[in-house]
């Protein structure tokens, strides 16, 4: 076809490392907007090598303590943030507003700094994610239509996520998400401070607005904002092979 391929640089997390749990949202219906994003076409988590390797190094530490990482979004494509904003335009569509924003007016998701119209995602390092407790739980399918909970609720009242508690859970356009707020203490703040710590010593930066958001310096694409569709079929086929084989020798075919 003519979509655009992802440079080589490019690799499935899986990949890289296949301890590391994904739970693929905006493939779903689970996300704030209630619909399966553009340009999601697989359940896939594609990182920058760099970005993927690092959260290998991070994965190793969390794993001796018994916890593993569970990532939510990884590379996204500019057309899934041009989703984002047109369903950001359309203030008649509020159906995920009781789980995901209940508290913020949905025309002040951009500026209040919880959704991004150049969004670090579309340059491939940065990450949402979170950690599970070993032996992980299991979770279950959220069903399209189902009684919404607010994502700040107790986490045994709000939609069940095998991840430790973070006081949020993942997409929570709240305050209450913010890594730093004043609220959350005891428990709550130290699995995020866990997290946080965790993923600096392996090169990550947190966003202060969303416990769950990370980017890995320095970026291997400071400046670009990439557009190929989330699928197998995008990556290189040395990424795939390369990766696979623990970087073994296959020679790079475009
Ligand atoms: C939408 C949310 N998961 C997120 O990633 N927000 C930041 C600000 C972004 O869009 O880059
Ligand atoms: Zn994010």
Known sequence: GTEPKAPPEFV????????IRQEMRYPTRHNFTGGRVDGYRQPLCILTRDAANALRRAQRSFLGRGYTLKVYDCYRPQRAVDHFVRWAEDLRDQRMKAEFY???DKTRLFDDGYI???????????????????????TRPYIPGEPLKPCYAPQRDRFPDNSLDMGTGFDCFDTLSHTLDPRVTGEQRGNRLLLKDGLEKA??????EEWWHFTYRPETFPGTYFDFPVSRRSLSRSAVI??????????RTP
């Open 203 to 208: 090169g990550f930066r947190n966003l202060p």
């Open 116 to 138: 991004a119209a150049r969004s670090g995602h579309s340059r491939g390092s940065t990450v949402d994610l979170t950690l599970v407790r070993l032996p992980a739980l299991p």
């Open 242 to 251: 390369s990766a696979g084989s623990g970087g073994s020798s296959i020679a």
């Open 12 to 19: 499935a997390l899986r990949d890289v490392d296949p301890t």
């Open 102 to 104: 209940p508290r913020v």
